[in-house]
């Protein structure tokens, strides 16, 4: 099962137009198609679909996480561009300024223009680069 796959995430967006300006002002990628009735992204070596839906925004859990080597310059670059990081206390998961810090392992949430919940995150326990092997040696 599974042989001959790869995998995409998918977004729902109310307003396809505004979400395209979006990927695009914010995190200056265009489309490599725009084709199964809507915009695909790709970001990290993963397809990202944004289709337009009415039910855009209303998942309230973490909709697509990025994992980054270095979060502060990515919010920095993403708080430039109009992005607000949300702040959280909530038992188990405090932030501060936007962040949590877990041991050392770092992450950050944010919204997109239709209300999805995207996250960043910087482990600790490997560095991105041992992350993509691990996964790529998964995947042979």
Do not use: C
Not at 22 to 27: A, C, P, R
Not at 32 to 57: H, I, P, R, W
């Amino acid at each position: 099962m599974f042989e001959n796959s790869m995998t995409m995430a998918v977004l729902a967006a109310s307003d396809l137009e505004r979400a395209q300006r979006f990927w695009h002002d914010t995190f200056g990628l265009d489309p490599v198609s725009t084709d199964m009735g809507g915009a695909t992204y790709v970001v990290g070596g993963v397809a990202v679909l944004v289709y337009e839906s009415e039910f855009a925004g209303t998942n309230k859990a973490t909709a697509l996480g990025i994992m980054t080597d270095d979060l502060d310059r990515d919010m920095a670059v993403l708080r430039s561009k109009g992005i607000v990081f949300h702040d959280y206390d909530l038992p188990g998961l405090k932030t501060e300024n936007g962040v949590v810090d877990d041991e050392g392992e770092r992450g950050a949430w944010f919204d997109d223009s239709e209300g999805n919940i995207l996250s960043l995150a910087q482990p600790k326990a490997v560095t991105l680069d041992q992350a993509k092997q691990m996964l790529a040696a998964a995947s042979a």
